[in-house]
């Protein structure tokens, strides 16, 4: 399955799925990653990588 991001980029072949969400949201709020709430208080990072696992 191949993605590209809203801007044309393609994500890391190795990056995680939530990975590269956490690093999308953050370029859209204009705020370094570190400076977004973790993702495990929003998601289940884990459940959404078996979701886009091979």
């Known amino acids: 399955m191949s993605t590209t991001f809203e ?3 393609e ?3 190795d990056e995680a799925v939530s990975t590269a969400i956490v ?3 953050a370029r859209r709020e ?3 990653a570190v400076g977004l709430d973790s993702i ?3 998601i289940n990072p884990d ?3 078996e ?4």
């Open 11 to 13: 994500p890391v072949d």
């Open 23 to 25: 690093r999308e949201v």
């Open 30 to 32: 204009g705020v370094p």
């Open 40 to 42: 495990y208080d929003v």
């Open 47 to 49: 459940a959404l990588e």
């Open 7 to 9: 801007d044309g980029r």
């Open 51 to 54: 979701l886009f696992s091979p």
